[in-house]
Structure formats: C-alpha cells, structure tokens
C-alpha cells in the first residue's frame, strides 16, 4: 500500500496541496500506527453494521440482510483504502513562525497557522487511541474556520509539541 | 442556566490587581505531563511550575453530570416504580448512584490544571482525555461564575474568554467560591505581566448615551432604507402569494379557513424580516468619536448604539444584491471581534447589528469606508480574474470570480446574482488554508481561504496552483509584517 507519491520526492513542476514548496520544508509524519488505529476504527464499525445484520436475518432469515453484509464489506474495503491513503497524508512542519499541516489526498488540504494567532492547544486522546499509543494535537485560533488537527502523534511527541507551540505563541501578537 | 454571580460578600476586583512578585518563567524546559499516568507527582516541582497541579473540587464531576443523572432517573421512574416494586426500584437507583461516584471518583483523579511557565493547563476527560494549554497572554477576561446547582455547595466556575468574542472556550469548573476569586486574581496578575494583552479590556460601551454627541457624519436617508427592503425577493414574490391566495378564494369553494389562516401566517412571516430591518435600520447614522473610533447608531423602537474600533474590525464586505442593481444600491457589513450591542434598555439583542452602511450609493460607500478600513477604495482594487480553465468549474461565475492582494488587504469577489466582495485586511488574518480538490487537481487550480474571527473566512476560488501557493506565502508574510506594525 505505498504511495511512491509520498514516498519519492516530487518533481519540482508537480506542485500540490501536499508540498507546495518543494525542498524547503521538512515535513514530518505522523506516527505509522494511525493507519492501523484508523483501519480498527473501520472494522469496529463494520462490525458494528454486520452484527446488526446478523441480527436482522436471525429474527426473519431474509435475504436482504445477507445482501446488505455484502455490502457492508464492499463498503468496507472502500472505507479502508480511502483511511489508509488519508491517514499517510497527514504531515506537518514547523515553520520559524508559523505552523503548516496537510492532509487529504482526494480533497488537499494545507493549513498555514502562524504562532502568534493561536488561542490555545488542546491534546485530545480518546480510549482508542490511547490504546495505539496516540494522541491528537488541535491548534485553535481565533477564526472558527481555521484548521490545524494533527491526529497520530506519539504522547511525547504531541506533548512536545504543545510546548513549542505554547512557547512560540507567547513571542508576539494579541490573538486577534 | 448559568448567573453571572457577584455576592455582595465578594466583591470582585474588575482591573488586574498590581503585579505578583516577578517569576522567572522558563518555557523551554517543561516536565511532559500528558500520557495515561495523568499526574506528575506533586513530590518533584519543576523549576517554571509558577502554580503546581492542583485537583477541582471532588464535587465537581457529580455537578456536572447532575442533569443527565437526573434524566435517566425520570426515565427509570417512568413505570419503574409499578414494574419492579419498590425495592427493586430502590437498588436500581441506588446502583445508578454507585456508578455516578465511581465515575466522579476517576474522573476527579484526572481533572485538574496548573500553571507551568507561562500558560495554563487544563486536564480533563475519563474515556477522551483532554489537555488544553491556555497562553495567559492570550487570555481576554475572567469571569467568575456561579451556577444555579453550584451555588448551595458554595462552588463556582471561572469562564476563561480567551478569543474575545463573547464565547468562553476553556471553563474550569468547579472551585470553591474563594478559591476560584483567588485563582482569577492570580491569573490576571500573571496574564498582566506581558503588556500585549491586559485583561478585561474589551471596550464595550454601553453608557454611549450619556456622552456628548457628535456630528453625524453621514445619515442613510429612511425611504432609501424602506425602497431598499422591499426589493428584496420575499417581498416581491409577496404579491404572486396574495393572488395565489384570492385566486384559490375565489375559485376553490373547498378552501378551508384553515388553509387561508396558514397562507396568511406565512405571508406575514415573509414580510416580517424586511419590516423588522425597515425599523432596526431606521435613523441609521455614523459618527466619530473622538478616538477614531466609529459610532453608529440606528432603530426605530430599540435605538442601538454601537462603537467600534478600527482595529476590532476583522473583515469587510460589500453587497450588490441583484434587486438593487437598478438602483445602483449596494450595503456594507463589518465582521466585528467581541462586538457587543446594547440596546437602549440594556438588553442584548439578536438583531442584525453588523451594517456599517444598510443601503448605499457607490460613491457614498466610497467615502464612508475608509473611516471603517483607512486607505481602501472598493472601486479601484487591482483583482484578478480565474483562468480560463476554471469554466469548466465555473461555467458562468467564472466572469465574476476574482481576487487579489491589495495594498492592506486581501480581497474576493464571488456571486452571480449577489454579487460580494470581502475584504480581510492583512493584520487581520488568523490563518491562509489552500484545498485542492480532484476536479480542481486535473485543472491545475486550487482555492485559497483566508480565515478571520467572526466571519466566514473569505475564499479565493479555482486559482491557479502555483499562484496559490504564491499568495499563501505572501499572505502569511504580509499579516505578519502588518501585525508587527500595529504592536
């Protein structure tokens, strides 16, 4: 499953929302056990839609429920492949000033966040991502459109995260 | 619910006490306190804890999750008491009450805050576990807050107003009534200390009235105000309704007075919005206080004053709506950070208050603008249009679509039939997004977005890709440049 898109470095024609300034950046991962937290997440609710099934043809053995479990796999493997390709687009970079997350590979999405905008940092970790071992660092400014979530960060790593981006935020600006 | 709560046994100081004995905050080096063991150990202080990690009030996740308990406890004594007899009811409420405790128990073990170096720590969360890190320099108001339920247990919230637009986003809940007093007092010592953010001063105005008045400098004339609201489309399709109406009288006989009540309610409903403008936009008059700052004020039956300072003005838009082309009309609005408008009697109100001009010529908005945004012609901003390619996206926007940096700002205009342009001044923006989505990727366009408070952020829709990227660079060095400016 690996995209020699990502994996390669672009040519600096091929420009997109995942690396709009080739070679002046170093974007970092997020942790590889996203995928494996995102694909649970996937067979959870999958099993979650086939145990209804299941439900549903035990009570009136009709054929229908056995026609939706097939499609709830079909979905299943569609869902899988667009979580794994979502979950390896996540990247971010810090900046001297500002922050810089992407991710998305059917929609591309680059959020630039300076420092000195940040209204606070939250570090969320739900039961299950606390289970792979991860955790999410979300950036807030302002504006209620602004977009920095970097999910899959190992603990120490979004903790020391938070810190700089806490100590950078204090350097200058108002926040509004 | 919740009652701003000021017992006149504690007074609360409204200015930041006089600044606590000097710290040495160290930023750099902090104990990482995230991660499934969620206390450090009160046992090793580190050098820039200014306030150790202290527990809220055992009481706190029990009050908090009251009004769920006390819904599941309707919904089991709803037949619950005929169906399992008395005892059995008893033991399932008494269960209830162990799992409350239980969970209050944990969730209390891992709730708490502190204050390391220059920031606030809010930790939260039993199954979603949340650690917020709150800038004290960022930190706008404290409010200290008494809720109903918290009030018998003498226990109180503290609302930190961290983006100053009237939302609280980090509440710490709940402290004891002192504690809270002493902590808020704390933290505005500790917040004061940087001079970029002093507490509590968002500049609401609401004694507007007493003040000596001065000039208006311009008047929006009221038959203009009236004209333009009724060419607006509920009320022109008002009359189609009426006929429709008699019509179905006179040749339907089976036309219940129901029916006819109905239409009647819908067409007063439709008409109701642009009277309700008509007489909110009455009078509408913009003055200048002495300290640049505008001062408008309108309304027919609640008469609104407002004051708005320049740098309070996140972004600006202009309305061509299609109705009002025949006139040449157009209608400026202003996204305001923390704007607060207070009626004549006090009141908050819902009323749209976000005009600067409700109904204007070009050449007036040309001149009234500028005391909004100093410096900008919305008649003379060098925009460019989208590419060709951006038809096939776009086969009939495409003609109006453009956007462009300007000298201060960065402006959009987009909107076939109203037709809108928006004006984010540099200093102004929070953060620039560019999304690209497959259809826009096989064209080779992208979208800009620069996002503000309080609005909707303004999008420069199917650019070019690498002017894109181009603008996003620049924008962020630009709001940068300008910020440093205006420090």
Not at chain 2, 224 to 251: H, N
Not at chain 2, 253 to 278: D, H, W, Y
Not at chain 2, 279 to 284: A, C, E, K, R, S
Not at chain 2, 344 to 350: K, L, N, V
Request: charged residues 20%; positive net charge.
């Amino acid at each position: 499953m690996t995209d020699p898109r990502l994996e390669a470095p672009l040519p600096t024609a091929a420009r997109s929302a995942l690396d709009p300034w080739p070679g002046e950046l170093t974007w970092r991962p997020v942790s590889s056990r996203l995928v494996a937290l995102e694909l649970t997440r996937v067979a959870i609710s999958t099993a979650l839609m086939l145990a209804v099934c299941a439900v549903i043809w035990f009570f009136t053995s009709s054929g229908w429920a056995l026609f939706a479990a097939v499609a709830v796999l079909v979905l299943t493997a569609v869902r899988g492949v667009v979580a794994v390709r979502a979950a390896r687009s996540y990247g971010y970079a810090e900046r001297e000033r500002d922050l810089l997350v992407r991710h998305g590979r059917m929609v591309r999405h680059l959020s630039i966040v300076p420092y000195a905008r940040m209204q606070y940092v939250d570090v969320v970790a739900g039961p299950l991502e606390r289970g792979f071992g991860l955790a999410t660092v979300q950036l807030h400014t302002a504006a209620a459109a602004s977009d920095a979530t970097i999910p899959g960060l190992d603990p120490a790593e979004a903790a020391r995260l938070r810190d700089r981006l806490a100590a950078l935020g204090e350097d200058a600006g108002e926040g509004l | 619910m919740t009652t701003p709560a000021t017992p006149p046994e504690h007074p609360l100081p409204t200015t930041a006490p006089s600044p606590s004995p000097p710290e040495q905050p160290n930023p750099s080096a902090r104990p990482d306190t995230f991660g499934p063991q969620p206390a450090t150990g009160p046992g090793q202080p580190h050098p820039s804890q200014v306030i150790p990690r202290q527990r809220l009030h055992p009481l706190s996740p029990v009050l908090k999750s009251v009004r769920t308990l006390f819904l599941v406890v309707v919904a089991v004594s709803w037949r619950g008491v005929q169906n399992l007899g008395p005892d059995k009811y008893a033991l399932v409420l008494l269960g209830l009450l162990a799992l409350v405790l239980v969970y209050s128990a944990v969730a209390w073990r891992f709730s708490g805050y502190e204050v390391i170096g220059r920031e606030l720590r809010i930790h939260e969360g039993v199954l979603f576990r949340r650690t917020r890190a709150v800038p004290l320099e960022r930190l706008q108001a404290i409010e200290v807050v008494q809720p109903v339920l918290a009030r018998p247990a003498g226990l109180a919230e503290l609302k930190l107003d961290v983006a100053g637009a009237g939302k609280a986003e980090a509440p710490l809940a709940f402290l004891p009534l002192a504690e809270a007093d002493a902590l808020r007092t704390r933290l505005l010592a500790l917040a004061t200390r940087a001079p970029a953010a002093v507490a509590g001063t968002a500049p609401a105005e609401p004694a507007a009235a007493e003040r000596p008045e001065e000039p208006d400098l311009y008047r929006v004339d009221n038959n203009d105000v009236v004209v333009s609201q009724f060419l607006t489309p509920p009320v022109m399709f008002t009359p189609l309704a009426v006929l429709y109406i008699v019509g179905q009288l006179v040749f339907n006989s089976e036309f219940g007075v129901f029916a006819v009540a109905s239409m009647v309610t819908a067409v007063a409903g439709t008409i109701g919005a642009p009277l309700m403008r008509i007489l909110n936009f009455w009078n509408f008059r913009i003055g200048r206080a002495p300290d640049e700052r505008l001062r408008i004020r309108h309304g027919k039956l609640e008469t609104r004053s407002q004051v708005v300072g320049p740098r309070r003005i996140q972004s600006l838009t202009v309305t061509w709506p299609l109705l009002w082309r025949g006139k040449g009309w157009l209608r400026v609005t202003l996204a305001v950070a923390g704007q607060s408008s207070v009626g004549a009697d006090g009141q908050q109100s819902r009323a749209e208050t976000d005009r600067l001009l409700p109904v204007a010529t070009v050449d007036t908005a040309r001149a009234i603008v500028p005391l909004a945004l100093p410096g900008l012609d919305i008649t003379a901003l060098h925009l460019s249009p989208v590419p060709e390619r951006a038809r096939w996206l776009a086969p009939l926007r495409r003609r109006v679509l453009a956007a462009g940096l300007t000298e201060h700002a960065f402006a959009t205009v987009d909107g076939l039939l109203t037709r809108q342009l928006t004006v984010v001044p540099y200093a102004r923006i929070q953060s620039v997004r560019v999304t690209e989505g497959p259809w826009q990727r096989r064209l080779g366009l992208a979208t800009v977005y620069v996002d503000v408070a309080g609005s909707t952020p303004a999008a420069a829709v199917h650019r070019p890709l690498a002017e894109a990227f181009t603008w996003a660079d620049e924008l962020t060095t630009r709001a940068r440049a300008a910020r440093a400016a205006a420090v």
